[in-house]
């Protein structure tokens, strides 16, 4: 399934300074039902951004009017706990296409990169200049260019690299995931086939 490119965001960005935020805090397991990845948004955090009655809790950073945008800049260790895609789903489909911490589960980032959303990894220092930056503005914007693999905070002019897999930056530049990339080399593979004996 296709997805939208990703080349340079910028964007107001919602913190969560939470440290180790495990999947089953991102989407609860009783919302795993469903098979398509439409709908997990509203179920992004769901016990920390409601009550039982399903009324909203008015501290939780999602229910802030102050933020927005498509960056969630999470604590260390986002992503942890069981390997469920849906985690990355919700992300997603609440509408955040970046997310920054200074650690990624590794089965969260892959599922992350296998459905357009970018885990940005920065130094637990930078991290911390990015929450100040916010805490100081709430509307303040970063940058983050997949190209130069580049994330800058726009008011500070601070800027710092992060590391992606080339094969993986080179789909979210072009909106694949890896079923996409080999329909893209068809061609190639029909050539190759042709060319190699049985």
């Known amino acids: ?5 990703f080349n340079t965001l910028r964007s107001s960005a919602v913190p969560l300074p939470i440290e180790n935020v495990d999947t089953d805090q991102i989407i609860p ?10 709908g997990f948004g509203d179920n992004l955090f769901r016990d920390w951004r409601y009550n039982p009655d399903n009324s909203p809790k008015p501290h939780f950073v999602l229910n802030n009017p102050l ?3 498509k960056i969630l800049v999470g604590g260390k260790n986002f992503g942890s706990g069981s390997s469920r895609e849906h985690a990355a789903w919700a992300v ?4 955040f296409r970046c997310v920054i911490s200074s650690f990624f589960a590794d089965i969260f980032r892959n599922n992350c990169l296998n459905i357009g959303v970018l885990p940005v990894q920065v130094s637990p220092e930078f991290l911390q200049q990015i929450f100040e930056a916010i805490e100081k503005d709430p509307q303040t914007e970063l940058e983050v260019n997949l190209p130069e693999q580049t994330v800058e905070i726009m008011a500070t002019g601070a800027r710092e690299p992060f590391d992606i897999n080339g094969y993986k930056k080179e789909n979210m530049l072009n909106g694949f995931d890896d079923i996409d990339y080999l329909l893209n080399m068809k061609a190639e593979i029909s050539d190759f086939a042709a060319q190699t004996p049985l």
Do not use: I, N, P, Q
């Open 67 to 69: 933020y927005s945008g």
């Open 29 to 38: 397991a009783r919302f795993l039902k469903a098979t398509e990845r439409t």
């Open 1 to 5: 399934m296709a997805y939208d490119k």
């Open 92 to 95: 997603y489909d609440y509408g």
